[in-house]
Nanobody, 114 residues
Framework: VQLQASGGGSVQAGGSLRLSCTASGGLLSINVFGWYRQAPGKQRELVAF???????NYADFVLGRFTISRDNLENTMYLQMNSLKFEDTAVYYC?????????WGKGTQVTVSA
């Protein structure tokens, strides 16, 4: 199973970025697609996840700013990030849970300048 994340980059505070993550490698079904992030010196934390039925869950610190979505036919997940803040700077990782197995991508860097 491979997870390919893209869309990271550098942006000024208040700007937007859109991350995507595509899963490949024979996954029969993706139960949960999720985004996590890890800032330097901090633990990895959940940003948002979306289940196979389309239900979503967001961390409080992104509510109203980030939107997660998925394309089940393409096994792709998106994270639209608006009103970015300096504290959103981190490496963003995508995660897939499929039949109880958890898979991680390599991460994509998001840098927000104040």
């Amino acid at each position: 199973v491979q997870l390919q994340a893209s869309g990271g980059g550098s942006v000024q505070a208040g700007g937007s970025l859109r991350l995507s993550c595509t899963a490949s490698g024979g996954l029969l079904s993706i139960n949960v697609f999720g985004w996590y992030r890890q800032a330097p010196g901090k633990q990895r934390e959940l940003v948002a996840f979306i289940a196979s039925d389309g239900s979503t869950n967001y961390a409080d610190f992104v509510l109203g700013r980030f939107t997660i979505s998925r394309d089940n036919l393409e096994n792709t997940m998106y994270l639209q990030m608006n009103s970015l803040k300096f504290e959103d700077t981190a490496v963003y990782y995508c995660n897939v849970i499929s039949y109880g197995m958890s898979y991680w991508g390599k991460g994509t860097q998001v840098t927000v300048s104040a």
